[in-house]
């Protein structure tokens, strides 16, 4: 079984900074990715930063700059670093991890968060 736990987030003024951190548990055999995606009210979820297994990032237009990716790969934990927040990045921000389950043959697993709001007053 693996799971997932996030945490971090808040109300942050603009200009200010916050991090969101993710860790994966359990029985990996592997993990291919993990990124973290947002949704504002009325909003489609879109993503926001991700990371792979391989160390690649890949980030939002909006965020770039901005917002920092890393990885702990000895934990399984990411960690979402934004600076110079804005109001436009307010919205709920779901960890989301993608791999490989221990197993014969290995189960492929797709995590989600619960999200954790984040809020920049405008």
């Known amino acids: 079984q693996v799971d997932l736990v996030e945490s971090g987030g808040g109300l942050v003024k603009a200009g200010g900074s916050l991090s969101l951190s993710c860790s994966v548990s359990?029985?990996?055999?592997?993990?291919?990715?993990m990124g973290w995606y947002r949704q504002a009210p009325g909003e489609q979820r879109e993503l926001v930063a991700q990371?792979?297994?391989?160390?690649?990032?890949n980030y939002a237009d909006s965020v770039k700059g901005r917002f920092t990716i890393s990885r702990d790969y000895a934990e399984n934990t990411k960690y979402l670093q934004m600076n110079s927040l804005k109001s436009e990045d307010t919205a709920v921000y779901y960890c989301?991890?993608?791999?490989?389950?221990?197993?014969?043959?290995?189960?492929?697993?797709?995590?989600w968060g619960q999200g954790t709001q984040v809020t920049v007053p405008s």
């Open positions: 989301n991890a993608v791999g490989y389950a221990s197993g014969s043959p290995p189960v492929r697993f797709d995590l």
């Open positions: 359990g029985t990996i055999f592997r993990l291919v990715a």
């Open positions: 990371i792979t297994a391989g160390g690649n990032t």
